[in-house]
């Protein structure tokens, strides 16, 4: 008896020696994880990992505040950005599950100032990121207004009701759209009859006791224990303000504990239903059928074997990730108060150290040896946003990357089959598909066409026909069209001049991502009536000419 006491008591002993022992492994590893990205006196960021409705790791690193040096805690409270959109979509799903609206709705049923649209816009269309909805920012810079200008959610959802054009048809293509997300909030406002931040504080954060929780949509509110969001430039921090009061599409203040919280809520139902969480969980579909890798407030992807469930946030300096793996109930939360501050290497490797033993390594492969010849293909100028052109060349049996009118070329090392990295950027590669690119920026990427440019030279045209006032009633502004040194200038109330720059017949392009591209029409007489500015995510507003 005697001998089997001690047996069992080694066993024991080993068993809690080999916890421990692991344990320390992985605190080790995750200090190294964690070094690599933090300096001291610097801004920070705050990591949460659970596992099975449990906290299994903690950590604090950084200051909320640099001016006063106050350190990052569990109640400070970050901008989570489009984390936000989860929230809005399981709402959205809450009012569905009582019989309240439908996500195959027609959006015109609760915003009929929509009914001027071209095409029928479905609520799941706004969820899924697929209605073709022209975005907010792009939106908002035409007008004039910038992060740094107080806007409310009324403004903001005032400028979007006033649209009469779409990007594209409704459910033909994926587009990421803020605008989708401010609009569902609307909705949620208009159903439950309660603003959208009652409705959150009440269905959602109390129920799960995210008691430091909180959607801002009020400007002027005071936020206790918020983390100040920073950009670096020259060595030197500078304080990045945002005064927007925007919720839906983001806008929500919250803890890493709050976080973890809501993440757990998938794992261990306490608020929603077994159906929400599995709409929530579905790929959306294109109108062709094709899948697309976002649900509802969602992207799904598979990581080394793992099954992951994900979406990331950023808004000012602020910048954040929350990382699901279902099948382990392990959830991963972090959030971050510096711009350069990308989440996406701890959070996966965290997953790495917490899930090592069912990590699948990734087989390596063998790099195509490529050379000139196989390289033409690739080789031409291509779209990838109204106005913005990349070219890609090949030279010395290697591809680069030139931005269109640039000579400055950027080497892009081959990463597979019709794959290469773009290494100015962490996270982004090209990916190159028939007659076109998709270009990946971390968790989404943007199709490219390629395109055939002649563009004309100034001395060819008459630049006086292009003159005069433009104004827009969607957006409620106007621009200037002058000529300044033999080049048109486009000039605004607010915004700064910017050059044209011919890039076809009656078309021009700048250098500003909300004014990409600008096609001037004609009426019947040959003559010039109005014109269509292209930002990254908004098409074809149309400014007619002020006669």
Same mark, same amino acid.
């Given at each position: 008896?005697? +001998?089997?006491?001690?047996?069992?008591?080694?066993?024991?002993? *080993?068993?809690?020696?080999?916890?421990?022992?692991?344990?320390?492994?992985?605190?080790?590893?995750? &200090?190294?994880?964690?070094?690599?990205?933090?300096?001291?006196?610097?801004?920070?960021?705050?990591?949460?990992?659970?596992?099975?409705?449990?906290?299994?790791?903690?950590?604090?690193?950084?200051?909320?505040? /640099?001016?006063?040096?106050?350190?990052?805690?569990?109640? +400070?409270?970050?901008?989570?950005?489009?984390?936000?959109?989860?929230?809005?979509?399981?709402?959205?799903?809450?009012?569905?599950?009582?019989?309240?609206?439908?996500?195959?709705?027609?959006?015109?049923?609760?915003?009929?100032?929509?009914?001027? /649209?071209?095409?029928?816009?479905?609520?799941?269309?706004?969820?899924?990121?697929?209605?073709?909805?022209?975005?907010?920012?792009?939106?908002?810079?035409?007008?004039?207004?910038?992060?740094?200008?107080?806007?409310?959610?009324?403004?903001?959802?005032?400028?979007?009701?006033?649209?009469?054009?779409?990007? *594209?048809?409704?459910?033909?293509?994926?587009?990421?759209?803020?605008? #989708?997300?401010?609009?569902?909030?609307?909705?949620?406002?208009?159903?439950?009859?309660?603003?959208?931040?009652?409705?959150?504080?009440?269905?959602?954060?109390?129920?799960?006791?995210?008691?430091?929780?909180?959607?801002?949509?009020?400007?002027?509110?005071?936020?206790?224990?918020?983390? /100040?969001?920073?950009?670096?430039?020259?060595?030197? @921090?500078?304080?990045? %303000?945002?005064?927007?009061?925007?919720?839906?599409?983001?806008?929500?203040?919250?803890?890493?504990?709050?976080?973890?919280?809501?993440?757990?809520?998938?794992?261990?139902?306490?608020?929603?239903?077994?159906?929400?969480?599995?709409?929530?969980?579905?790929?959306?579909?294109?109108?062709?059928?094709?899948?697309?890798?976002?649900?509802?407030?969602?992207?799904?992807?598979?990581?080394?074997?793992?099954?992951?469930?994900?979406?990331?946030?950023?808004?000012?300096?602020?910048?954040?990730?929350?990382?699901?793996? %279902?099948?382990?109930?392990?959830?991963?939360?972090?959030?971050?108060?510096?711009?350069? *501050?990308?989440?996406?290497?701890?959070?996966? #490797?965290?997953?790495?150290?917490?899930?090592?033993?069912?990590?699948?390594? %990734?087989?390596?492969? &063998?790099?195509?040896?490529?050379?000139?010849?196989?390289?033409?293909?690739?080789? #031409?100028?291509?779209?990838? $946003?109204?106005?913005?052109?990349? +070219?890609?060349?090949? &030279?010395?049996?290697?591809?680069? *990357?030139?931005?269109?009118?640039?000579?400055?070329?950027?080497?892009?090392?081959?990463?597979?089959?019709?794959?290469?990295?773009? %290494?100015?950027?962490?996270?982004?590669?090209?990916?190159?598909?028939?007659?076109?690119?998709?270009?990946?920026?971390?968790?989404?990427?943007?199709?490219?066409?390629?395109?055939?440019?002649?563009?004309?030279?100034?001395?060819?045209?008459?630049?006086?026909? $292009?003159?005069?006032? @433009?104004?827009?009633?969607?957006?409620?502004?106007?621009?200037?069209?002058?000529?300044?040194?033999?080049?048109?200038?486009?000039?605004?109330?607010?915004?700064?001049?910017?050059?044209?720059?011919?890039?076809?017949?009656?078309?021009?392009?700048?250098?500003?991502?909300?004014? #990409?591209?600008?096609?001037?029409?004609?009426?019947?007489?040959?003559?010039?009536?109005?014109?269509?500015?292209?930002?990254?995510?908004?098409?074809?507003?149309?400014?007619?000419?002020?006669?």
């Amino acid at each position: 008896m005697k +001998t089997l006491f001690l047996s069992i008591f080694t066993m024991l002993t *080993f068993s809690v020696f080999a916890q421990n022992q692991s344990q320390d492994i992985n605190a080790q590893k995750i &200090e190294v994880l964690l070094n690599e990205y933090l300096i001291k006196n610097n801004p920070g960021m705050a990591i949460s990992v659970a596992k099975d409705g449990n906290v299994i790791y903690k950590k604090n690193r950084g200051y909320s505040n /640099l001016e006063h040096m106050i350190p990052i805690t569990d109640s +400070t409270k970050f901008v989570v950005g489009s984390i936000s959109k989860q929230f809005t979509a399981f709402s959205i799903l809450l009012l569905e599950d009582e019989g309240k609206l439908s996500i195959d709705d027609n959006i015109t049923k609760y915003l009929p100032e929509l009914n001027r /649209l071209p095409h029928n816009i479905t609520i799941k269309h706004f969820l899924n990121h697929t209605s073709g909805f022209r975005d907010n920012t792009d939106l908002n810079s035409l007008k004039g207004r910038t992060d740094l200008d107080r806007t409310s959610q009324i403004q903001m959802v005032n400028l979007l009701l006033r649209q009469k054009g779409l990007n *594209f048809i409704p459910g033909s293509r994926f587009q990421y759209c803020n605008s #989708g997300y401010i609009l569902l909030a609307e909705i949620v406002k208009r159903v439950s009859g309660i603003t959208f931040a009652e409705f959150a504080h009440k269905r959602i954060f109390e129920p799960l006791n995210m008691k430091n929780s909180l959607f801002l949509d009020d400007p002027g509110l005071v936020v206790k224990n918020k983390a /100040l969001s920073y950009g670096k430039q020259n060595n030197k @921090y500078y304080y990045i %303000p945002l005064n927007r009061s925007i919720v839906g599409s983001t806008g929500l203040y919250t803890t890493i504990n709050d976080l973890s919280l809501w993440a757990n809520n998938f794992d261990n139902l306490i608020i929603g239903s077994k159906s929400i969480f599995k709409k929530m969980e579905a790929k959306g579909h294109l109108n062709n059928g094709e899948i697309i890798p976002y649900a509802l407030g969602q992207e799904l992807k598979v990581y080394k074997g793992l099954d992951v469930i994900f979406h990331g946030g950023g808004d000012a300096g602020y910048r954040s990730y929350l990382l699901r793996v %279902p099948k382990h109930k392990l959830n991963i939360a972090i959030s971050g108060n510096f711009e350069s *501050f990308n989440p996406l290497n701890i959070s996966y #490797g965290l997953l790495d150290i917490f899930l090592s033993n069912y990590i699948k390594k %990734p087989i390596k492969k &063998e790099l195509p040896n490529y050379t000139n010849k196989n390289l033409k293909k690739f080789e #031409g100028d291509y779209q990838v $946003f109204p106005g913005l052109y990349i +070219t890609i060349v090949a &030279e010395q049996d290697s591809l680069f *990357f030139k931005s269109y009118g640039n000579d400055n070329k950027l080497k892009l090392p081959v990463l597979g089959e019709n794959e290469f990295e773009f %290494p100015a950027r962490t996270h982004s590669k090209f990916k190159f598909i028939t007659n076109g690119l998709n270009w990946h920026f971390s968790d989404f990427y943007y199709p490219a066409k390629k395109v055939t440019l002649n563009p004309p030279i100034y001395t060819d045209i008459d630049l006086k026909e $292009f003159t005069g006032i @433009y104004k827009n009633n969607e957006v409620e502004t106007s621009y200037e069209f002058i000529i300044k040194d033999n080049i048109i200038i486009a000039t605004h109330n607010f915004n700064s001049d910017v050059e044209l720059k011919p890039i076809d017949k009656d078309s021009f392009i700048t250098d500003l991502p909300y004014i #990409g591209r600008i096609e001037f029409t004609r009426n019947s007489k040959g003559n010039i009536d109005g014109c269509k500015i292209s930002g990254q995510n908004s098409y074809d507003v149309f400014f007619y000419k002020n006669e």
